[in-house]
């Protein structure tokens, strides 16, 4: 499998989710934000980080960079698209994905690992996880904080579009558990046609029990699979 | 000779002074945090009558077209493709 993944000046999480692919056996190229064509790809990744240092609001700026259009053009093509924290952000200010990602409820940036669930494992992204399963997981984010019209939430759940909801270790979803105060706890949502994931969770932070866990091999075994 | 390149310069002058500004902030039934914060010290200052904080973002935004119909129209153009996010903020235009 074909992976490119996008560099932004402040991106900083590109290696990690580099060594993350090829560890994982996908063929996977780099791609400068100023480049205006994608190599062949099954998987674009928009990885975390800081790009523009966040100026104006949180992805705004690499949201209209030159290699977006690729990426929507890609993405409106059927290509499956990863989008990270930042990541996240930059789909939805691309409109890629719906709602946005606000500054965190307690105003801090938070960089700890917390348990997240699986509310929908029948995706490209998802399904070597079982239904439900309960991953220990790393963020880092200080816009973690989901955010979308009535409609929309509406929306996600009836059609199954949340991907990942943040829980306690047993995997009770409430407002304890709830890290940043995302709606409905969301960490991961997809698109109507579930090509596109985004998620505020770092899973490249978590494929080598030697610095961390495995929890996050699956979705790239599933996006494999 | 003298006189005409004033009057162009007085011209020219008048040409690029069309100024904006664009506030954005975010919509009503989106929480605030800042805003919030900002509140609480206020009253810890002692601001008794204060029922509430909203934070924002100011930009000032000079534009060298002199027609102000189409100038606002940019602005508002400026406004829908990058300085607000429609999903959470609210943004007002004014002359200045």
Redesign the interface.
């Given at each position: 499998m074909n992976s490119s993944v996008i560099i932004f000046p402040g991106s900083n999480c590109d290696r990690d989710i580099a060594v993350a692919l090829e560890k994982m056996q996908f063929k996977n190229q780099m791609v400068w934000h100023k480049d205006t064509k994608l190599p062949k790809s099954d998987l674009i990744v928009i990885p975390g980080g800081f790009s523009y240092g966040d100026y104006l609001r949180s992805g705004a700026i690499a949201g209209k960079s030159l290699i977006i259009n690729e990426v929507i053009k890609a993405a409106n093509d059927g290509c499956l698209i990863l989008g990270i924290c930042n990541g996240f952000q930059i789909l939805t200010e691309t409109g890629l994905l719906k709602g946005a990602l606000l500054r965190n409820k307690n105003l801090k940036f938070i960089n700890k690992n917390v348990n997240i669930k699986v509310i929908n494992n029948k995706s490209n992204f998802t399904n070597k996880y079982k239904a439900n399963q309960i991953l220990d997981i790393n963020i880092a984010h200080n816009e973690g904080n989901y955010f979308t019209n009535k409609d929309h939430l509406k929306k996600l759940i009836q059609e199954n579009l949340i991907a990942f909801k943040y829980c306690d270790k047993n995997g009770n979803i409430n407002d304890d558990n709830n890290p940043n105060g995302s709606i409905e706890n969301i960490a991961g949502i997809f698109n109507e046609k579930k090509n596109i994931l985004g998620m505020m969770p770092h899973p490249e932070r978590m494929v080598d029990n030697m610095i961390s866990n495995s929890d996050g091999i699956n979705l790239f075994s599933s996006l494999m699979n | 000779m003298k006189l005409t390149s004033v009057k162009l310069l007085l011209l020219n002058l008048k040409k690029n002074k069309l100024k904006f500004s664009v506030t954005v902030t975010?919509k009503k039934d989106?929480?605030d945090?800042?805003g919030k914060?900002v509140q609480n010290t206020l009253k810890n200052l002692g601001m008794r009558d204060l029922s509430n904080v909203r934070q924002g973002k100011y930009f000032e935004i000079d534009l060298s077209i002199d027609d102000q119909d189409k100038a606002e129209k940019k602005v508002d153009e400026m406004c829908k493709?990058?300085?607000a996010?429609l999903?959470?903020e609210d943004y007002k235009i004014s002359k200045i």
């Open positions: - | 975010l989106v929480l945090p800042q914060v493709k990058l300085l996010n999903i959470i």
